[in-house]
C-alpha cells in the first residue's frame, strides 16, 4: 500500500521519531540513506521496518516495508534531501556493566555531532565500550549520521554520574584535559578508561576528582583547543599506539 498523506498516523509516529520524546515513547529511531541503512542491516540490529519512497519501492533487504509517496517521505527525514530509503530501528539498551576492555567516558558532551563523531572513531581505533553522561542522544538523526554507522557497533551505556563512576570502579580513569600531562610522552595501563568533558567546561568535578591520571594534547600559541570529537580522536588512537 502506497502512503501519501503526511497525516497519516504511520507518517506521523515515523516522523515523531525525529524527536527524543518519540524515541522514547517509540523505543526506536530512525536511520537514513542507502549505505547507513546496509550497514545497519549487516550490523545484525533488530530492523522494526524499512520505508522507501514510492520511486525506489521493491528494495527491502527481506524486511516489513512502508512505501511512501515523496512528500510523506520528505515529512519523516531529518535530511534535507533524502535518498528515499531508510529504516526504523530498535533503540539497543545496555546496562551498565563494568568494561572488558579499554573504554570511553562522555561527560557532558552535548553537541550531537561530536557525539557521533567520537562514536565513530572510538570503534574505529577499538573502543567499543562507552560510557555516556548527561549527553547529547547518540540516536538523535545529527548523531547517527555522524556516527557513519558506529552506533551500530558500539556498546553505548547511560546512566547517572555516580552510578556510571560506581561501575568504573577498580579501572583507571585518564582525563583530557589542558592541565595534564602531554600525551605523547605518556604512558597508560594496561586498560584504562579516557574521560572527555563538555564542550566548554570540560569534565565535571565529580569524574575529574575519580580520575587518577590527566593528559593533556600539546598546543600552538596561538590555539587555545580542539574540537572536542578532534581531541578525543587524537587521544584514542595516541593512547592505544602508547600500549604498542
Known amino acids: 500500500m502506497l502512503i501519501l498523506s503526511r497525516n497519516n498516523p504511520t507518517v506521523k509516529q515515523l516522523a515523531s521519531l525525529k524527536e527524543k520524546k518519540g524515541r522514547r515513547e517509540n523505543g526506536a529511531f530512525l536511520v537514513e540513506g542507502e549505505k547507513m541503512v546496509r550497514e545497519c542491516v549487516k550490523s545484525g540490529m533488530e530492523i522494526v521496518r524499512l520505508i522507501v519512497r514510492e520511486d525506489r519501492a521493491g528494495e527491502t533487504y527481506s524486511l516489513p516495508t512502508v512505501t511512501l509517496g515523496a512528500d510523506a517521505f520528505s515529512a519523516i527525514c531529518d535530511e534535507k534531501t533524502p535518498q528515499g530509503i531508510a529504516a526504523e530501528v530498535k533503540l539497543p539498551v545496555y546496562p551498565l556493566e563494568p ?31 562507552l560510557y555516556l553522561i548527561d549527553c547529547a542522544d547518540p540516536f538523535s538523526p545529527k548523531s547517527v549520521r555522524a556516527s557513519m554507522s558506529g552506533v551500530f557497533f558500539a556498546k553505548l551505556m547511560r546512566g547517572e554520574r555516580e552510578e556510571v563512576l560506581k561501575t568504573l570502579v577498580g579501572v583507571p580513569l585518564i582525563a583530557a584535559d589542558m592541565d595534564g600531562e602531554n600525551v605523547f610522552s605518556f604512558v597508560p595501563p594496561d586498560k584504562f578508561c579516557l574521560c572527555i568533558g563538555n564542550e566548554g567546561s570540560g569534565l565535571s568535578e565529580e569524574v575529574r576528582g575519580a580520575a587518577s591520571k590527566t593528559v593533556k594534547i ?14 578525543a580522536g587524537i587521544l584514542m588512537y595516541e593512547l592505544k599506539n602508547q600500549r604498542g
Open 218 to 231: 600539546p598546543m600552538g600559541e596561538h590555539t587555545e583547543s580542539l574540537n572536542a570529537a578532534v581531541s
Open 99 to 129: 568494561p572488558k576492555e579499554s573504554c570511553i567516558l562522555l561527560d557532558g558532551v552535548a553537541d550531537p555531532a561530536n557525539v557521533g563523531a567520537i562514536v565513530r572513531t572510538a570503534v574505529a581505533a577499538g573502543y567499543e565500550e
